[in-house]
């Protein structure tokens, strides 16, 4: 089990730039695959970005070109680098992590941060 916690979200204008890190506290952080989510005032939770413990990443197509997660094992850290905001990015992300192979949906995920929030203003 790893404790994760999020920072770095705030209010930025459209076009600008953001850095979410996700601090995790627990045995093994370079075993997990890690992953971000963000979900939306009256939306559901969706997949954003992931990168497993090989350094392999994934992202959703309205991420693509401008978010980059990234981790640091030696600082139990996992990244994601948020580029050419838009207001349709205004929601509060969320970081997780799973030993399992499912990384693209909430399902696979059994441990969660407590959420930061981003607010992009157009």
């Known amino acids: 089990q790893v404790q994760l916690v999020e920072s770095g979200g705030g209010l930025v204008q459209a076009g600008g730039s953001l850095r979410l890190s996700c601090a995790a506290s627990?045995?093994?952080?370079?075993?997990?695959?890690m992953g971000w989510f963000r979900q939306a005032p009256g939306k559901e939770r969706m997949f954003v970005a992931a990168?497993?413990?090989?350094?392999?990443?994934y992202y959703t197509n309205f991420v693509k070109g401008r978010f980059t997660i990234s981790r640091d094992n030696a600082k139990n850290t996992v990244y994601l680098q948020m580029n050419n905001l838009k207001p349709e990015d205004t929601a509060v992300y969320y970081c997780?992590?799973?030993?399992?192979?499912?990384?693209?949906?909430?399902?696979?995920?059994?441990?969660w941060g407590q959420g930061t929030q981003v607010t992009v203003s157009s």
């Open positions: 627990g045995r093994s952080f370079s075993s997990y695959h």
């Open positions: 990168i497993r413990n090989s350094g392999t990443t």
């Open positions: 997780a992590a799973t030993l399992g192979m499912t990384i693209t949906y909430d399902y696979g995920y059994k441990n």
